[in-house]
C-alpha cells in the first residue's frame, strides 16, 4: 500500500506557473500508475494527468494539455506536476493517488489525501 501527501499549491496570476509534488511512502511505489486529480468548489473530482510505474507512458486530461507536465522519480517515491499557463480555472484542490493502471478515474479510489490548494487569481 502507498501513502501519499500532496504539497506545492498557492496563490499564483493567471500565465504563471506552479510545481506539485507528491511524497509516496511504501516500497511498491515504483509497481503503481501515480495519476493527479482535481476538484473544484462545487464540482466533482476529475482526472488531470497520468504517468505509467516506469514513467515511459503518459495521459492528460484535454483541458490541461500542453500546460501541464506529470513526471516522477521512483528513487525518490515522487510524482510532480509541472503546471504552465495556468487559467482561472485551473483553480481546485488537486489530488494524487496510485492504481496499477494509467486509465485511473476518480470513482476508482476509496482514499484521498488532504490535497493541495491551488488558487488562479486573472
Known amino acids: 500500500q502507498v501513502q501519499l501527501v500532496e504539497s506545492g499549491g498557492g496563490l499564483v496570476q493567471a500565465g504563471g506557473s506552479l510545481m506539485l509534488s507528491c511524497a509516496a511512502s511504501g516500497r511498491a511505489f515504483s509497481n503503481y500508475a501515480m495519476g493527479w486529480f482535481r476538484q473544484a468548489p462545487g ?6 494527468a497520468a504517468i505509467s510505474w516506469s514513467g515511459g507512458g503518459t495521459l492528460y486530461a484535454d483541458s490541461v494539455k500542453g500546460r501541464f507536465t506529470i513526471s516522477r522519480d521512483n528513487a525518490k517515491n515522487m510524482v510532480y506536476l509541472q503546471m504552465n499557463s495556468l487559467k482561472p480555472e485551473d483553480t481546485a484542490v488537486y489530488y494524487c493517488n496510485a492504481d496499477v493502471k494509467v486509465t ?3 470513482g476508482d479510489f476509496g482514499s484521498w489525501g488532504q490535497g493541495t490548494q491551488v488558487t488562479v487569481s486573472s
Not at 43 to 48: D, M, W
Open 43 to 48: 464540482k466533482e473530482r476529475e482526472f488531470v
Open 104 to 106: 485511473m478515474r476518480p
